[in-house]
């Protein structure tokens, strides 16, 4: 690629990572204020393991009862057929693609979690 493209794209790209940059350090230091101790990093045995409608409600920021609704809308596929255990498989999934089925943008999930 002519150097002439490269400076166009880092002008064009730079300010828009610094900006990232910025927002997860914010992120981090408000998490850090709302967890006061780091939880230890999940060992294989816990990334393998089904959540309850609870935990998976903790991991995406939601009420219990909404993850309940996405179920019955079939944005979230259960592991058991009564819809009580969620694969972590499923959740990344599901953060992939988004509610909505077209991923979640960067601006709605760094506004949700600065409200925390």
């Known amino acids: 690629m002519p150097s002439g493209l490269d400076d166009a ?5 730079q300010p828009l ?8 350090h914010e992120i981090r230091s408000r998490m850090g204020e709302r967890r006061p101790a780091q939880a230890a990093a999940p ?3 816990d990334v393998n393991a089904p959540l309850t409608r609870q935990q998976a409600a903790a991991e995406l920021g939601r009420h219990p009862r909404t993850i309940s609704r996405w179920i019955k809308e079939g944005k979230l596929r ?3 057929p009564g819809g009580r255990w969620i694969s ?9 693609v988004g509610k909505d089925g077209g991923g979640e943008d960067v601006e709605a999930v760094v506004a ?3 409200k925390k």
């Open 78 to 80: 259960p592991t058991s």
């Open 43 to 45: 060992s294989n045995a």
């Open 88 to 96: 972590r498989f499923e959740i990344n999934r599901f953060l992939s």
């Open 9 to 13: 794209f880092r002008e064009v790209l």
């Open 112 to 114: 949700r979690l600065l």
């Open 17 to 24: 990572a610094d900006k990232m940059d910025a927002l997860l």
